[in-house]
């Protein structure tokens, strides 16, 4: 098969690989019809992420074709199409049986506190990715869903990470009806973690980032009041100035550690790798933003460690904060519901198809932010 494959930081390309094989007799095999490159994904392609290999292939939102099953799985045949969740889950441990699929205690043996994810590094599992065209999918009776009849492949692959992640972002804030929202990036996570806050009762919703098309998208998409944070010298103290010098009662974290390898990028005296911590520049200005007694979400991927956190200012104020990786499938009924009904549409974000064979071109876009490129979808070669 064709499959992107990783070289070192900022260089991926096509190259033949084996199509995977059944390991385990709960297995099956997808042959993948619609990947996307995510923005998390740029922490590997920029190498900021621990462990990621030479070879790897990346992509954990992917949709397909049942190619093969092993001889336990019951609930999947070949030809059924599916949307498979980015968590790699047992679901029978202790945290599945709770619903946490992103940490899940049986399918990382490489490091205890992060759950295990498709083409995410071996910090992540080791597990090969979805940009490609066939990819092994472990656990199959309990992660991929048959997509529904009436759902379109665009809404179904954005419904395997990124809305689902940018909808928990917001369940993760804990909005009651009249909150105001501030929510740092206007990336696809941040863009549905806004449009998801109304759909909780939000009364104002702001997006803060630097790029005025992501910004226009959120106005547009998201209906939310928007700041180019490069056009005020103080993007916090104009925060609490729109809010009566109050301040927001949920803020939402969607950018992370230097995601884009710019956004902020050199904000900080020091630029750290992922092990040792990273910029927290946003979950400072969230901490800084919110209200005494407020609430922050982080969605936004950091290291083992941060650097320079506010602790004492997010201790004294009494914040509420809540993160963890979207267990994706979880959000699903609700998700599926509000796509049916025509509240949402997640498919609105694609801004790009590209060939898997031109992949290292869709990285570059989407890291150099290119072309108003928001969420690039890849198209293997073998549909």
């Not at 954990?60 to 799985?73: N, P």
């Not at 992540?124 to 048959?146: K, L, M, N, T, W």
Request: net charge negative; glycine share 12%; aromatic share 10%.
């Amino acid at each position: 098969m064709r499959a992107m494959v990783y070289r070192g930081p900022y260089k991926v390309r096509v190259e033949e690989k084996d199509v995977p094989p059944i390991e385990h007799p709960n297995d099956a095999i997808v042959r993948v019809t619609l990947a996307a490159i995510c923005g998390s994904d740029l922490h590997l392609y920029h190498g900021l992420m621990p462990d990621t290999r030479v070879g790897m292939t990346f992509g954990h939102e992917f949709i397909g074709v049942v190619h093969e099953v092993g001889s336990s799985v019951q609930n999947l045949q070949p030809g059924d199409r599916v949307m498979v969740p980015f968590n790699i889950y047992c679901g029978s441990c202790w945290f599945c049986k709770r619903g946490l699929f992103g940490n899940c205690n049986n399918t990382n043996a490489n490091n205890y506190a992060v759950g295990a994810y498709y083409g995410y590094s071996h910090t992540a599992g080791g597990y090969d990715g979805a940009q490609a065209e066939y990819v092994r999918v472990p656990f199959a009776d309990v992660g991929p869903s048959r997509i529904p009849d009436w759902m379109d492949d665009e809404d179904a692959v954005t419904l395997t990470d990124a809305c689902p992640t940018g909808y928990f972002g917001a369940q993760c804030g804990d909005i009651v009806e009249g909150d105001v929202v501030i929510v740092f990036g206007a990336g696809p996570v941040g863009l549905y973690a806004a449009r998801s806050a109304w759909l909780m009762g939000a009364g104002r919703v702001i997006v803060i980032d630097h790029l005025d098309y992501r910004l226009e998208k959120a106005r547009e998409f998201a209906f939310a009041e928007t700041y180019n944070f490069t056009q005020y010298g103080d993007i916090v103290l104009e925060m609490k100035k729109t809010t009566d010098f109050f301040g927001a009662d949920v803020a939402i974290d969607a950018v992370g550690c230097e995601a884009d390898g710019a956004f902020f990028q050199h904000v900080t005296a020091a630029k750290l790798k992922l092990q040792g911590g990273g910029s927290p520049v946003a979950l400072n200005w969230a901490i800084d933003s919110v209200r005494k007694g407020g609430t922050i979400s982080v969605m936004g991927g950091y290291g083992p460690l941060f650097s320079n956190v506010k602790t004492g200012d997010l201790m004294n104020k009494g914040i509420t904060l809540h993160t963890n990786q979207c267990p994706v499938k979880r959000q699903w009924p609700r998700l599926f519901d509000h796509v049916r009904n025509g509240y949402l549409k997640p498919g609105e974000l694609v801004t790009h198809r590209v060939p898997l064979e031109h992949i290292a071109e869709g990285y570059h876009i989407f890291s150099a932010k290119l072309d108003g490129c928001i969420k690039p979808l890849v198209v293997p070669t073998a549909v």
